[in-house]
């Protein structure tokens, strides 16, 4: 994934304006596919947590829906870091509970509730069978996983399919195949 340059961004609403446009012209089209999904669930949900943050783009995304409350996971903060000042302020000015964690997704310490998931941290599926496990509990309404065509991760999809086979309180509602692609997952109530 690209390092977008966003050190010139003044706000948040410029950051993700500028960072979104620099990964499409860099990935292709519909490489940002999942932060319209992101914004359509945040329609009818006020929580979202991601695992995998990288530099920010979908937590720019899902704040700019005003939930209240956010909450980011990445092992390695170090780039998201740069831009921290413009999420905090953002979410001060909006009234917006912004939690940041440096962890693994795996850690325990990563556990907590939260109506809307992203999934977009370690590409590999073992790695991720394990963090759908930990974490579903945890998820009142859907998990969007990122890079679920991506041809230098095959069996991400395959892991989601049998998962959802396997607990029957999830089932796939939504699939995006351009570009990289992504997944929606819903509990079933």
């Known amino acids: 994934m690209i390092t977008a340059e966003v050190d010139h961004c003044k706000t948040l609403e410029e950051f993700y304006k500028s960072i ?3 990964q499409e012209e860099y990935h292709g089209d519909n490489y940002c596919d999942q ?3 992101i914004t359509r669930l945040l329609e009818k949900c006020n929580t979202y947590k991601e695992l995998g943050t990288h530099q920010g783009a979908t937590a720019a995304c899902a704040l700019m ?4 409350k956010v909450q980011l996971v990445d092992i390695n903060l ?3 870091n740069k831009s921290k ?3 905090e302020s953002y979410c001060d000015e909006h009234n917006i509970d912004l939690i940041v964690k ?3 997704s795996h850690a325990l310490e990563s556990l907590s509730r939260t109506e809307v998931l992203l999934i977009d941290s370690v590409h590999r599926p073992r790695y991720l069978d394990h963090e759908l496990r930990l974490h579903e509990s945890w998820v009142s309404d859907y998990i969007v996983f990122h890079d679920t065509t991506i041809p ?5 999809y395959p892991v989601i399919e049998t998962f959802c086979k396997e ?3 999830w089932e796939i509602v939504e699939r995006g195949t351009a570009n990289v692609g992504y997944t929606v997952i819903q509990r079933m109530k």
């Open 20 to 22: 979104r446009s620099q």
């Open 35 to 37: 932060h319209d999904v």
């Open 65 to 68: 829906s005003k939930p209240s």
């Open 78 to 80: 170090e780039k998201y």
């Open 85 to 87: 000042h413009l999420f």
């Open 102 to 104: 440096e962890s693994s």
């Open 152 to 156: 230098d991760a095959p069996g991400l």
């Open 167 to 169: 607990i029957n309180q």
